[in-house]
C-alpha cells in the first residue's frame, strides 16, 4: 500500500539496493582507514576497492541458510573480493557498526528531501498569504464567531507553524547524523577510534560520543517525533480547510477537477478528500512514533526487538510525510476562496464582533470593567434574541438605542468604534515579523 504514495526520490533513499550501497561504502572506507594505519597491506586493500560489489539475489540466497542478512553481506562481497584481501572486509567490526551507521546515512537523505519539500509549501502558502493579505472574515473560538481576521493572517499562521516545522527536521537532522564503528558493546576494543572518526568524517556523519553495540534510540525516536509534529501540523490545517469547506460556511473549497466525481450515489458532492485523506495519513505517522519510543528500552547493550519496527516505520514514515507535503502543497496552491461568502459570514453576526472594542471604550469612559461588560452583554444578548425573532437588528443599533449607552458614548463615537478597520491596524506588522 505504501507504494501508491512513495514519490521517486524518497522511495529511492530507502530501496533495498541503496542500503546495501551505503553498507559497501562504510566497508570500503573502514578497510582505507585500516589501510593508512598500515593495518591493511596496500596491495590487499587495492584488491578490496577494485573487486568489492555484491548482488541483491545472491545476498538472499545466501540469507535463506545464514539467517543473518549482514554476513550474507559480506559473505556475498568477500566472495567477489577473493582471497587474500577478503579477510580484511569487515575487520573488527560488528554487524550493527554497518547497520546502524548505514541508517543515519539513510535518514539524513531523507530528511533533506522533507525539509525542501516544507520549503517549497512554505513558498506556496505565502503567496496565498500575501493574495489575501486584506481579504476580512470572521475568526471563530469553539467554532463560534468571535471578530474579525483575515484570510491572510490565517495563512500567515500556517506559514509560520511549517517554520516551525522546518526548525524541528533541522534539529532532527543534527541529531540522527551520528554513526558508529566502535564494535559488539561499543568499547572500540578491537578498533582504533581513528577508523570510526574517519568513516563517520566521509558520510557526514558525527561518531557518537559513547555507544553500547548500537546508536542509541532516544535519537530515532526524536527523528520520528519530528515527523509527527510536522504531520500533526498537517492535519492541523487539513481539519481547518474541511471546516472552512462545510455548505453552512463555504468560506474556501479545495480545487474539483474536470471529470472528478464527489459520490457513487449523489453527483451533486464535491467533498474535501484531500483534506480528509491528509487527516487519515497523519494519524499512522503519529502511531509510529509511539512504536518509535517502545524502541527506546532495549535489553543491556543491544537486543533486536526495534530493528524489525524500524525497516517498517522509517520508510513508511519518511515516504507518506514526503507524499502529504506534496498534497497539501498541491491543495493550497489550488484552494478556492470565496472572499463574497467570507462577508457574508461575517455579517451573520449582525456586528457583534464590536463588543469587545466598545467593552474597552466604556473602561476608558470610567465604568468598572464589571459594568461596561454587563452594559454590553445585555445589548448582544437582545441583538440575539432579536435575530431569533427574525428582526436582525446589529449590535450599533441596540447600542444606539440604549440610553445608558447614550449617556456615556456619542452616536458618533460608537460609530467610530463600530468599524471593523481597528481589526486590521496591525495586520502589515505581522506579515513584516514573518518576512512576507
Same mark, same amino acid.
Given at each position: 500500500m505504501i507504494e501508491r504514495y512513495s514519490r521517486p526520490e524518497m522511495r529511492a533513499v530507502w530501496t533495498e539496493r541503496r542500503k546495501l550501497e551505503i553498507w559497501l561504502n562504510i566497508e570500503l572506507l573502514a578497510a582505507e582507514a585500516l589501510c593508512r594505519e598500515d593495518v591493511v597491506p596496500e596491495d590487499e586493500?587495492?584488491?578490496?576497492?577494485?573487486?568489492?560489489?555484491?548482488?541483491i539475489e545472491r545476498c538472499y540466497e545466501l540469507e535463506k541458510t545464514l539467517h543473518h542478512d549482514v554476513v550474507a553481506f559480506t559473505t556475498n562481497v568477500s566472495e567477489n573480493i577473493g582471497k587474500p584481501a577478503s579477510r580484511w572486509l569487515h575487520f573488527g567490526l560488528t554487524s550493527s557498526d554497518i547497520i546502524?551507521?548505514?541508517?543515519?546515512?539513510?535518514?539524513?537523505?531523507?530528511?533533506?528531501?522533507?525539509?525542501?519539500?516544507?520549503?517549497?509549501?512554505?513558498?506556496?502558502?505565502?503567496?496565498k498569504a500575501r493574495e489575501h493579505k486584506y481579504t476580512p472574515m470572521?475568526?471563530?473560538?469553539?467554532?463560534?464567531?468571535?471578530?474579525?481576521?483575515?484570510?491572510?493572517?490565517?495563512m500567515a499562521l500556517?506559514?509560520?507553524?511549517?517554520?516551525?516545522?522546518?526548525?524541528?527536521?533541522?534539529?532532527?537532522?543534527?541529531?540522527?547524523?551520528?554513526?558508529?564503528?566502535? %564494535?559488539?558493546? $561499543?568499547? &572500540? @576494543?578491537?578498533?582504533?577510534?581513528?577508523v570510526e572518526e574517519y568513516v563517520c568524517r566521509n558520510l557526514g556523519l558525527e561518531p557518537a560520543v559513547i555507544a553500547t553495540q548500537v546508536?542509541?534510540?532516544d535519537i530515532h525516536a526524536e527523528f520520528i517525533a519530528a515527523l509527527a509534529l510536522v504531520a500533526a501540523g498537517i492535519e492541523r490545517w487539513a481539519v481547518e480547510f474541511r471546516h472552512l469547506q462545510r455548505t453552512e460556511v463555504l468560506e474556501v473549497e479545495e480545487f474539483f477537477s474536470? %471529470?472528478?466525481? $464527489?459520490? &457513487? @450515489?449523489?453527483?451533486?458532492?464535491?467533498?474535501p478528500i484531500t483534506s480528509e485523506r491528509l487527516s487519515g495519513l497523519s494519524?499512522?505517522?503519529?502511531?509510529?512514533?509511539?512504536?518509535?519510543l517502545e524502541n527506546v528500552a532495549l535489553w543491556h547493550e543491544r537486543d533486536i526487538s526495534h530493528s524489525s519496527v524500524e525497516r517498517i516505520i522509517f520508510p513508511d514514515s519518511c515516504i507518506l510525510l514526503d507524499y502529504m507535503l506534496d498534497l497539501l502543497k498541491r491543495l493550497t496552491g489550488n484552494l478556492i476562496v470565496y472572499p463574497e461568502n467570507m462577508?457574508?459570514?461575517?455579517?451573520?453576526?449582525l456586528g457583534l464582533w464590536h463588543s469587545q472594542t466598545v467593552l474597552l471604550a466604556l473602561i476608558q469612559k470610567g465604568l468598572s470593567r464589571e459594568e461596561a461588560y454587563g452594559l454590553v452583554q445585555k445589548n448582544a444578548m437582545k441583538t440575539w434574541e432579536a435575530r431569533h425573532e427574525g428582526r436582525e437588528t446589529g449590535l450599533k443599533s441596540q447600542l444606539l438605542e440604549d440610553p445608558e449607552v447614550r449617556g456615556i458614548l456619542s452616536a458618533d463615537e460608537l460609530q467610530q468604534l463600530c468599524n471593523m478597520d481597528a481589526h486590521f491596524k496591525e495586520v502589515d506588522s505581522k506579515f513584516k515579523k514573518l518576512g512576507l
Open positions: 586493500f587495492k584488491q578490496i576497492r577494485e573487486r568489492a560489489a555484491f548482488d546502524d551507521t548505514a541508517f543515519a546515512v539513510q535518514m539524513v537523505e531523507a530528511v533533506d528531501i522533507l525539509i525542501k519539500d516544507v520549503e517549497e509549501l512554505r513558498t506556496v502558502i505565502a503567496a470572521i475568526g471563530r473560538s469553539h467554532g463560534i464567531h468571535a471578530e474579525p481576521t483575515t484570510f491572510g493572517l490565517k500556517m506559514y509560520d507553524e511549517f517554520g516551525r516545522g522546518i526548525e524541528r527536521l533541522q534539529s532532527a537532522r543534527r541529531r540522527v547524523a551520528t554513526g558508529k564503528l566502535s %564494535g559488539a558493546v $561499543g568499547t &572500540s @576494543a578491537h578498533l582504533s577510534p581513528s546508536v542509541q534510540r474536470k %471529470g472528478q466525481k $464527489g459520490s &457513487s @450515489a449523489m453527483p451533486h458532492k464535491r467533498n494519524r499512522v505517522i503519529r502511531s509510529n512514533l509511539v512504536a518509535a462577508k457574508r459570514n461575517l455579517g451573520l453576526s
